[in-house]
């Protein structure tokens, strides 16, 4: 921890208090946004490759849409598994309190599941391409909010300085691009030409690019606008307790799937594009962790 | 009627009988708090002082707790009391990441979240907090803010100059006043936590809500 002006004059020290509370929020919200981002990310890429790769996606349509429902439950799964009374969720659908992101996310996560359940019986049942891609638009506008929501109820987190709503939004909208493109890069298999996965490795290569300069700016600018951003930061900075896990998962999220994408446009290679979505998966749940965690490790009273 | 609260830190000798009256009125589980007592040495030997601070819920006129609450467990009193509906919390633990006064915290025994009431259930009796009557130098003032001829009322008034509320710039509107209050007693980031100084030793954490 950085000495504190205050803390050099006065020589001020806690010598008797309750024990704090522990992280509130732990590696269930962690896997929660992860989740999320895969889920809302694969419908986005979906919704690109329809139109830029229309012959490409055929044998798509379907898979992508487990996909995105499989994370869609992993996401609410971890949800329902962090609440400490899980089995008043209903709660939330009866009594709903409309100011608060918890409620509107869980909302429009509701709605959003059963559209893609209408997306899965028109692709497998019905076998109607373009009925599908007609729903398929407002599924991505609905993804949209959905993805937003947690940058929202961030923001209401008003103890957690770090996390702004400008920020955050851009954060989770990048991190939905990045995860939805490297796992559309891993699901398109044999399905996906090589021009289609190029495309993908753009939108993965710049979310990371951006997402990358986004936590950079925090990192140097952070602390000058405000004292309790300035001591938060101080757990991802020289020997703090987080440093390591931040910088792996800059490395393992951005900088290295950046330098593979490049390698794999002069080269063609196909495997270090897989190879860049596989390290951008794993990573964005360091990176998630990370910022996710050092807010709460501030004492608030 | 919006009822606050004032504790006149020059009065309070840390003596902890607000903490214990609170824990007793309100059956407060072990390893919780819906107020404590925060010692904190200030200065270099032989010139030092202690100061003591009761930190409760301020209860906000602009709560986050209340906006972040997805059921309305969290809700406002006619008399602006920020109050908790335990059969109706979910847990989600929201109000807890929005407190920035870190009042909030969960109850391991009925895993929802909990925080002081000023014993909404005393003051509905026409009682004083349990903590307001068992100070025995008067530093808890409890009243309504609404009437100038009330204690609190007065008091604010006789120390406009010396009054502070925590966290300003947080845009909250606490119902909490202090008196004779420092940066060192208000402000958590002025002071250092050193493992090994307190009675607690080297439990500086606890698990939230005795579980995850």
Known sequence: ?301 | MQLGFLVDLHLCMGCKGCEIACKVENEVPLSTWRLRVKYVDVGTFPETKRTFTPLRCNHCENAPCVRICPVSALHYLENGIVNIDKERCIGCAGCVMACPYGAIYIDPQTQTADKCTYCAHRVASSMMPSCVVACPVQANIFGDLDDPTSNISKYIQKNQSNVQVRKPEKGTNPHHFYVNGGNVSLNPLASKRVEGFSLFNNITTLPVGGSH
């Open chain 1, 1 to 301: 921890m950085a000495a504190h002006e205050i803390l050099a004059a006065t020589n001020a020290v806690v010598t008797l208090d309750a024990a704090l509370p522990g992280i509130v929020w732990p590696w269930l919200v962690t896997i929660n946004m992860w989740a999320k981002s895969i889920g809302t990310g694969v419908i986005f890429m979906l919704f690109l490759l329809i139109r830029t790769h229309p012959d490409q996606v055929k044998g798509l349509r379907f898979p992508t849409t487990v996909v995105a429902l499989i994370f869609i439950h992993i996401f609410l799964l971890f949800t329902l598994a962090d609440l400490h009374q899980p089995f008043r969720m209903w709660h939330i659908f009866f009594y709903p309190h409309l100011s608060s992101a918890i409620t509107i996310g869980a909302w429009m996560a509701t709605i959003f599941v059963g559209l893609l359940f209408l997306l899965a019986f028109v692709s497998f049942i019905k076998k109607d391409d373009a009925l599908f891609d007609k729903i398929l638009t407002w599924v991505v506008i609905l993804a949209i909010p959905v993805t937003l929501y947690t940058a929202a109820l961030m923001s209401q987190c008003t103890a957690r300085e770090l996390w702004q709503m400008p920020t955050e939004s851009a954060q989770m909208v990048f991190a939905a691009l990045l995860a939805g493109s490297a796992f559309m890069i891993l699901l398109g298999g044999n399905k996906l030409n090589y021009e289609a996965k190029k495309t993908l490795g753009v939108v993965l290569g710049l979310s990371a690019l951006m997402s990358f300069t986004l936590y950079m700016s925090e990192y140097i600018f952070g602390p000058m606008k405000a004292e309790e951003v300035a001591f938060i930061l101080e757990y991802i900075k020289g020997d703090g307790p987080y440093t390591v896990m931040f910088w792996l998962g800059q490395w393992i999220t951005y900088l290295l799937p950046m330098l593979l994408i490049v390698l794999s446009r002069a080269s063609k290679s196909e495997n270090l594009l897989k190879l860049a979505a596989l390290l951008a998966l794993v990573g964005l749940w360091l990176v998630k962790h990370v910022w996710l965690t050092i807010p709460q490790l501030l004492p608030m009273s």
